[in-house]
Protein backbone atom coordinates (compact mmCIF):
# COMPACT_ATOMS: atom_id res chain seq x y z
CA UNK A 1 0.00 0.00 0.00
CA UNK A 2 2.65 2.46 1.11
CA UNK A 3 4.91 1.71 -1.80
CA UNK A 4 1.77 2.50 -4.11
CA UNK A 5 1.96 6.60 -2.24
CA UNK A 6 5.77 6.49 -2.23
CA UNK A 7 8.08 4.72 -5.15
CA UNK A 8 9.69 1.84 -4.01
CA UNK A 9 13.98 3.16 -4.32
CA UNK A 10 12.16 6.59 -2.59
CA UNK A 11 11.17 4.44 -0.39
CA UNK A 12 14.31 2.55 0.38
CA UNK A 13 16.29 5.88 0.49
CA UNK A 14 14.25 6.99 3.16
CA UNK A 15 14.28 3.80 5.34
CA UNK A 16 18.18 3.82 5.28
CA UNK A 17 18.04 7.34 6.32
CA UNK A 18 16.31 6.38 9.37
CA UNK A 19 18.29 3.38 10.11
CA UNK A 20 21.72 5.51 9.69
CA UNK A 21 20.30 8.13 11.65
CA UNK A 22 19.41 5.26 14.50
CA UNK A 23 22.50 3.28 13.92
CA UNK A 24 25.01 5.59 13.89
CA UNK A 25 24.63 7.50 17.41
CA UNK A 26 23.99 4.34 18.78
CA UNK A 27 27.19 2.91 17.55
CA UNK A 28 29.23 6.03 18.41
CA UNK A 29 28.05 6.21 21.98
CA UNK A 30 28.33 2.67 22.81
CA UNK A 31 31.33 1.34 20.32
CA UNK A 32 33.60 4.61 21.60
CA UNK A 33 32.55 4.70 25.43
CA UNK A 34 35.16 4.60 27.56
CA UNK A 35 36.09 1.67 29.61
CA UNK A 36 36.27 2.47 33.65
CA UNK A 37 38.85 0.94 35.49
CA UNK A 38 38.71 0.84 38.92
CA UNK A 39 41.25 2.61 41.09
CA UNK A 40 42.17 -0.06 43.83
CA UNK A 41 45.73 1.02 44.94
CA UNK A 42 47.01 4.27 45.80
CA UNK A 43 50.87 6.54 46.05
CA UNK A 44 51.02 4.81 49.58
CA UNK A 45 51.78 1.28 48.15
CA UNK A 46 54.69 2.57 46.50
CA UNK A 47 55.65 4.86 49.70
CA UNK A 48 55.36 7.67 48.76
CA UNK A 49 53.11 10.23 50.98
CA UNK A 50 50.36 12.06 49.19
CA UNK A 51 47.44 14.24 49.70
CA UNK A 52 44.37 13.02 48.11
CA UNK A 53 42.77 15.51 45.95
CA UNK A 54 38.77 16.37 44.89
CA UNK A 55 38.48 19.66 42.56
CA UNK A 56 35.73 20.58 40.44
CA UNK A 57 35.96 20.41 36.33
CA UNK A 58 33.23 21.68 33.63
CA UNK A 59 29.24 20.65 34.18
CA UNK A 60 29.63 20.47 37.95
CA UNK A 61 32.05 17.04 38.01
CA UNK A 62 34.02 15.98 40.55
CA UNK A 63 37.77 14.84 39.92
CA UNK A 64 39.57 12.69 42.09
CA UNK A 65 43.45 12.82 42.34
CA UNK A 66 46.67 12.97 44.20
CA UNK A 67 49.80 15.68 44.55
CA UNK A 68 52.66 14.04 45.50
CA UNK A 69 54.09 17.06 47.68
CA UNK A 70 58.05 17.51 46.91
CA UNK A 71 60.23 19.65 49.89
CA UNK A 72 60.61 23.15 48.51
CA UNK A 73 59.93 22.20 45.29
CA UNK A 74 58.55 24.95 42.52
CA UNK A 75 58.02 22.85 39.92
CA UNK A 76 55.03 20.34 39.37
CA UNK A 77 54.31 18.14 36.73
CA UNK A 78 50.88 17.32 35.88
CA UNK A 79 50.25 13.83 34.52
CA UNK A 80 46.48 12.64 32.74
CA UNK A 81 46.45 9.09 31.82
CA UNK A 82 45.02 7.57 28.53
CA UNK A 83 41.79 6.37 27.45
CA UNK A 84 40.34 3.52 29.87
CA UNK A 85 42.78 4.00 32.38
CA UNK A 86 43.30 6.15 35.79
CA UNK A 87 45.65 7.95 37.42
CA UNK A 88 46.84 4.71 39.40
CA UNK A 89 48.32 3.18 35.94
CA UNK A 90 50.53 6.32 36.12
CA UNK A 91 52.22 5.87 38.75
CA UNK A 92 55.47 4.22 37.44
CA UNK A 93 56.22 7.27 35.93
CA UNK A 94 55.34 9.39 38.48
CA UNK A 95 57.44 7.99 40.98
CA UNK A 96 60.77 8.67 39.44
CA UNK A 97 59.76 12.74 38.40
CA UNK A 98 59.00 12.66 42.80
CA UNK A 99 62.25 10.90 43.77
CA UNK A 100 64.03 13.82 41.34
CA UNK A 101 62.29 16.13 43.77
CA UNK A 102 59.49 17.39 41.49
CA UNK A 103 55.92 17.90 42.53
CA UNK A 104 53.76 15.41 40.82
CA UNK A 105 49.90 15.59 40.21
CA UNK A 106 47.75 12.99 38.96
CA UNK A 107 44.24 12.76 38.47
CA UNK A 108 41.72 10.84 36.99
CA UNK A 109 39.33 12.28 33.81
CA UNK A 110 35.64 12.32 33.97
CA UNK A 111 34.33 8.68 33.41
CA UNK A 112 37.67 7.19 34.17
CA UNK A 113 39.11 6.18 37.99
CA UNK A 114 37.46 7.25 41.17
CA UNK A 115 36.01 10.68 39.35
CA UNK A 116 32.51 11.84 38.34
CA UNK A 117 30.83 10.47 35.10
CA UNK A 118 29.63 12.41 32.56
CA UNK A 119 27.92 12.14 29.75
CA UNK A 120 30.73 10.94 27.01
CA UNK A 121 34.49 11.62 27.35
CA UNK A 122 36.31 12.98 24.21
CA UNK A 123 40.10 14.33 23.97
CA UNK A 124 38.42 18.22 24.65
CA UNK A 125 36.88 16.85 27.92
CA UNK A 126 39.94 15.47 29.02
CA UNK A 127 42.13 19.08 28.55
CA UNK A 128 39.13 20.89 30.03
CA UNK A 129 39.92 18.30 32.90
CA UNK A 130 43.41 19.22 32.51
CA UNK A 131 43.02 22.68 32.57
CA UNK A 132 40.52 22.71 36.15
CA UNK A 133 44.05 20.61 37.55
CA UNK A 134 45.89 23.45 36.87
CA UNK A 135 43.75 25.86 37.87
CA UNK A 136 43.20 23.88 40.97
CA UNK A 137 46.85 23.90 41.87
CA UNK A 138 47.78 27.49 40.83
CA UNK A 139 44.62 28.37 43.13
CA UNK A 140 45.52 25.72 46.37
CA UNK A 141 49.00 25.63 46.32
CA UNK A 142 50.64 28.76 44.40
CA UNK A 143 54.41 27.87 45.31
CA UNK A 144 54.14 24.94 43.75
CA UNK A 145 53.14 26.41 40.80
CA UNK A 146 55.80 28.67 39.50
CA UNK A 147 56.96 26.07 36.66
CA UNK A 148 54.50 23.57 35.05
CA UNK A 149 54.79 20.71 33.23
CA UNK A 150 52.08 18.49 31.48
CA UNK A 151 52.73 14.57 30.75
CA UNK A 152 49.72 12.98 29.33
CA UNK A 153 49.59 9.30 27.58
CA UNK A 154 47.19 8.60 24.32
CA UNK A 155 44.46 10.54 24.19
CA UNK A 156 45.88 12.15 27.90
CA UNK A 157 48.77 13.52 25.52
CA UNK A 158 46.85 14.23 22.95
CA UNK A 159 45.00 16.74 24.94
CA UNK A 160 48.08 17.83 26.70
CA UNK A 161 48.99 19.48 23.40
CA UNK A 162 45.80 20.73 22.40
CA UNK A 163 45.57 22.22 25.94
CA UNK A 164 49.08 23.90 25.76
CA UNK A 165 47.54 26.03 22.67
CA UNK A 166 44.94 27.75 24.66
CA UNK A 167 46.86 27.52 28.58
CA UNK A 168 50.15 29.68 28.75
CA UNK A 169 50.86 28.48 32.52
CA UNK A 170 52.02 25.39 30.92
CA UNK A 171 55.44 25.41 30.26
CA UNK A 172 56.76 22.22 29.11
CA UNK A 173 54.57 18.95 27.17
CA UNK A 174 55.83 15.44 27.50
CA UNK A 175 53.81 13.55 24.82
CA UNK A 176 54.01 9.81 25.43
CA UNK A 177 51.95 7.50 22.34
CA UNK A 178 49.91 10.47 21.09
CA UNK A 179 48.13 9.99 17.88
CA UNK A 180 48.64 12.42 15.29
CA UNK A 181 44.37 13.13 13.71
CA UNK A 182 41.72 11.99 15.63
CA UNK A 183 39.69 11.29 11.61
CA UNK A 184 42.73 9.19 10.93
CA UNK A 185 42.14 7.32 14.29
CA UNK A 186 38.61 6.96 13.54
CA UNK A 187 39.00 5.36 10.00
CA UNK A 188 41.59 3.09 11.54
CA UNK A 189 38.81 2.18 14.14
CA UNK A 190 36.28 1.38 11.73
CA UNK A 191 37.96 -0.50 9.46
CA UNK A 192 37.75 -3.69 11.06
CA UNK A 193 33.85 -3.26 10.76
CA UNK A 194 34.15 -3.21 6.81
CA UNK A 195 31.79 0.13 6.50
CA UNK A 196 30.54 1.44 3.67
CA UNK A 197 32.54 5.00 3.17
CA UNK A 198 29.54 7.12 3.25
CA UNK A 199 29.15 5.45 6.54
CA UNK A 200 32.57 6.23 8.32
CA UNK A 201 32.16 9.99 7.00
CA UNK A 202 28.94 10.06 8.94
CA UNK A 203 30.60 8.99 11.53
CA UNK A 204 33.05 11.04 11.74
CA UNK A 205 30.85 14.25 11.07
CA UNK A 206 28.63 12.98 14.30
CA UNK A 207 31.96 12.76 16.57
CA UNK A 208 32.73 16.04 15.84
CA UNK A 209 28.76 17.27 16.28
CA UNK A 210 28.79 15.51 19.50
CA UNK A 211 32.47 16.81 21.15
CA UNK A 212 31.79 20.41 19.47
CA UNK A 213 35.21 20.25 17.96
CA UNK A 214 35.91 19.45 14.07
CA UNK A 215 38.86 16.51 14.77
CA UNK A 216 41.05 19.39 12.71
CA UNK A 217 41.25 21.82 15.06
CA UNK A 218 41.64 19.51 17.85
CA UNK A 219 44.34 17.16 15.86
CA UNK A 220 48.02 17.10 17.22
CA UNK A 221 49.26 17.16 13.96
CA UNK A 222 48.17 20.52 14.28
CA UNK A 223 48.35 21.53 17.47
CA UNK A 224 51.83 21.27 17.58
CA UNK A 225 51.85 24.58 15.36
CA UNK A 226 50.56 26.46 17.96
CA UNK A 227 52.18 25.34 21.47
CA UNK A 228 54.57 27.79 22.38
CA UNK A 229 56.19 26.04 25.17
CA UNK A 230 58.69 22.86 24.44
CA UNK A 231 57.70 19.44 24.00
CA UNK A 232 59.12 15.89 23.68
CA UNK A 233 57.39 13.33 21.80
CA UNK A 234 58.13 10.05 23.33
CA UNK A 235 56.59 6.99 21.11
CA UNK A 236 57.22 3.20 21.23
CA UNK A 237 58.47 1.38 17.57
CA UNK A 238 56.43 -1.35 18.52
CA UNK A 239 53.06 0.91 19.01
CA UNK A 240 50.21 -0.89 16.94
CA UNK A 241 47.52 0.68 18.37
CA UNK A 242 48.67 4.43 17.52
CA UNK A 243 52.20 3.51 15.24
CA UNK A 244 55.04 5.19 15.21
CA UNK A 245 54.76 6.93 11.81
CA UNK A 246 51.69 8.96 14.07
CA UNK A 247 54.70 10.52 15.99
CA UNK A 248 56.96 11.57 13.02
CA UNK A 249 54.25 12.93 11.14
CA UNK A 250 53.62 15.10 14.24
CA UNK A 251 57.11 15.83 14.86
CA UNK A 252 57.51 16.51 11.15
CA UNK A 253 55.05 19.49 11.70
CA UNK A 254 56.43 20.88 14.06
CA UNK A 255 59.27 23.83 14.70
CA UNK A 256 62.73 21.43 15.63
CA UNK A 257 63.86 24.36 17.84
CA UNK A 258 60.66 23.30 20.21
CA UNK A 259 60.22 19.57 19.36
CA UNK A 260 62.13 16.79 19.48
CA UNK A 261 61.11 12.94 19.49
CA UNK A 262 62.30 10.31 21.71
CA UNK A 263 61.53 7.05 20.21
CA UNK A 264 61.58 3.92 22.82
CA UNK A 265 62.90 0.76 21.60
CA UNK A 266 60.47 -2.28 22.08
CA UNK A 267 57.48 -0.33 23.71
CA UNK A 268 53.98 -0.72 22.86
CA UNK A 269 51.36 1.68 23.30
CA UNK A 270 50.61 0.94 27.17
CA UNK A 271 54.57 0.16 27.94
CA UNK A 272 54.66 2.38 30.80
CA UNK A 273 57.23 -0.19 32.50
CA UNK A 274 59.55 0.67 29.56
CA UNK A 275 59.17 4.17 29.44
CA UNK A 276 59.80 4.46 33.01
CA UNK A 277 63.65 3.08 32.37
CA UNK A 278 64.05 6.34 30.47
CA UNK A 279 62.51 8.29 33.41
CA UNK A 280 66.58 9.98 33.36
CA UNK A 281 65.82 11.55 29.48
CA UNK A 282 62.32 12.74 30.62
CA UNK A 283 64.20 14.57 33.56
CA UNK A 284 66.62 16.18 31.13
CA UNK A 285 64.36 17.28 28.94
CA UNK A 286 62.56 19.11 31.76
CA UNK A 287 66.17 20.42 33.32
CA UNK A 288 66.49 21.60 29.59
CA UNK A 289 63.52 23.83 29.80
CA UNK A 290 63.34 24.82 33.46
CA UNK A 291 65.92 26.59 35.50
CA UNK A 292 63.56 25.74 38.62
CA UNK A 293 64.19 21.70 37.91
CA UNK A 294 67.59 22.55 37.58
CA UNK A 295 68.06 23.93 40.87
CA UNK A 296 65.57 21.01 42.12
CA UNK A 297 67.67 18.47 40.74
CA UNK A 298 70.98 19.63 41.68
CA UNK A 299 69.64 20.03 45.14
CA UNK A 300 68.08 16.98 45.30
CA UNK A 301 71.50 15.05 43.85
CA UNK A 302 73.35 17.30 46.29
CA UNK A 303 71.38 15.69 49.34
CA UNK A 304 71.26 12.20 48.14
Same mark, same amino acid.
Given at each position: ????????? +?????????? !?????? *?? #?????????????????? *?? &??? =?? +???????????????????????????? $???????? %???????? &??????????????????????????????? =????????????????????????? $???????? *??????????????????????????????????????? #??????? #? =?????????????????? $???????????????? !???????????????? %??????????? $??????? =?????????????????????????????
Amino acid at each position: MLSAIIPPA +LLTLALLAVL !VAILIP *LG #VHLGFRAPRLPTKASPAD *LG &LAF =ES +LDFSTLRGRSLKGWLLPAADATQTVIIL $HGWGSNAE %QMLPLAQP &LHRAGLNVLLFDARNHGASDGDSFSSLPRFA =EDLGAAIAWLQRQHPSRSMQIAVLG $HSVGAGAA *LFEATRNSQINAVISIGAFADPAQLTERYLARLHLPRFI #VELTKRY #V =EWVIGHRFATIAPVNSIR $HIPCPVLLVHGDQDRT !VPIEDAERIAAAADPA %QVRLLVIAGAG $HDSVDKI =ETHADELLAFLESVSPATKSTLRSEDATS
